[in-house]
């Protein structure tokens, strides 16, 4: 049973790019959380979705940052106009429902913003 | 709100030794869970140790065990006979007991970089 894959594992970009950042959950699992890691720092929740849902994005910056979970396909994480405090690594997790203690945890994309 | 401390940044042991890894929450709740994860170089998050807070007995995974101390809200995560493998920033987390309609967020301390000498 494969684990959760995130992709890429590592992306650099340019000031003012755009940044996707992709999260496909354990098979089975309905239920994406994002969290970041900035340098130095423990992760910090960002964002938790269900399938076509957002549920609570009280953890997402209020500009350039959206995030998805299409019907088919990757949880998405999209950072528009990437500046260089947006530098940090990106996990996702997943879980089989809403109310589970249980969250498996991706690799990680490292975002570096130059 | 609810907020996890980790007031050692770094820490050293020598192998086969025993340490223990201190971390203190605040939290107005009454169900919740608390967690260690390990973060070796390759940055993946392990699960390490998990405690249900309605429960008294402290959680134990072959060398893992945890002291968790409700009133005192404290949880500290001892590793006996210590690995070169062991190196890692461990984080201690919380997350509210799940009701529905509630997202259940981990809630992560700072992190302490535990190296294990040879």
């Known amino acids: 049973n494969a684990g959760v894959m995130q992709n890429p594992r590592h992306l650099v970009r340019r000031r003012g790019q755009e940044a996707r950042l992709r999260c496909s959950p354990m098979k089975g699992h309905s239920h994406v959380y994002w969290y970041r890691q900035l340098p130095e720092e423990g992760l910090k929740f960002m964002v938790y979705l269900q399938k076509e849902n957002i549920i609570d994005e009280s953890g997402m910056p209020k500009e350039r940052f959206s995030a998805e979970f299409p019907k088919e396909g990757p949880s998405i994480l999209r950072i528009q106009q990437v500046v260089r405090g947006d530098s940090a690594a990106y996990f996702c997790?997943?879980?089989?429902?809403?109310?589970?203690?249980?969250?498996?945890f991706g690799p990680g994309t490292r975002l570096t913003v130059t | 709100a609810q907020t996890v401390t980790q007031s050692q940044p770094e820490m050293s042991v020598q192998e086969a030794e025993t340490v223990t890894l201190s971390c203190t929450y605040d939290?107005?709740?009454?169900?919740?869970?608390l967690f260690w994860y390990k973060q070796p170089p390759s940055r993946q998050m392990i699960l390490v140790i998990r405690?249900?807070?309605?429960?008294?007995q402290n959680a134990t995974e072959n060398r893992f065990s945890v002291n968790f101390q409700k009133a005192a809200k404290s949880f500290s995560l001892k590793i006996s006979d210590s690995q070169l493998g062991d190196t890692a920033m461990y984080f201690c987390a919380f997350m509210k007991h799940g009701l529905r309609g509630a997202t259940n967020k981990l809630i992560f301390g700072t992190g302490t970089l535990l190296a294990v000498q040879p």
């Open positions: 405690q249900e807070a309605y429960k008294q």
């Open positions: 939290t107005s709740e009454n169900n919740y869970y």
């Open positions: 997790a997943s879980s089989t429902s809403g109310n589970s203690y249980e969250q498996y």
